[in-house]
């Protein structure tokens, strides 16, 4: 199984950015995507990226702020996040195996990084 490691979480104060990456132990012929969970609330998807057609997809709450890239040739992806606002704070995870904003059944999820965003 293809392990996963995020880096790139932090404080940041509302307004801020921070960039999150996702390097995958081995080479990755899946899609791959970002969710993140607050505390007390279920995991829910930010942003998913083709592997092949690059194509993108958003959740409402982020879109226009939060922006997902890929490098193949590292096996890594990227969660570009702008405009942070408090509602953003939560574990992040890096997702390998998606198909639109839904998780296949085969997979590999990260560990978890932590974003928080003062008001």
């Known amino acids: 199984q293809v392990q996963l490691v995020e880096s790139g979480g932090g404080l940041v104060q509302a307004g801020g950015s921070l960039r999150l990456s996702c390097v995958a132990s081995?080479?990755?012929?899946?899609?791959m995507g970002w969710f993140r969970q607050a505390p007390g609330k279920e995991r829910e998807f930010v942003a998913s990226?083709?592997?092949?057609?690059?194509?993108?997809y958003y959740a409402d709450s982020v879109k226009g702020r939060f922006t997902i890239a890929r490098d193949n040739a590292k096996n890594t992806w990227y969660l570009q996040m702008n405009s942070l606002k408090p509602e953003d704070t939560a574990v992040y995870y890096c997702?390998?195996?998606?198909?639109?904003?839904?998780?296949?059944?085969?997979?590999?999820w990260g560990q978890g990084t932590q974003v928080t965003v003062s008001s």
């Open positions: 081995g080479r990755t012929f899946s899609n």
């Open positions: 997702r390998l195996g998606i198909v639109g904003k839904q998780v296949t059944g085969l997979g590999s």
């Open positions: 990226i083709g592997w092949n057609s690059g194509t993108t």
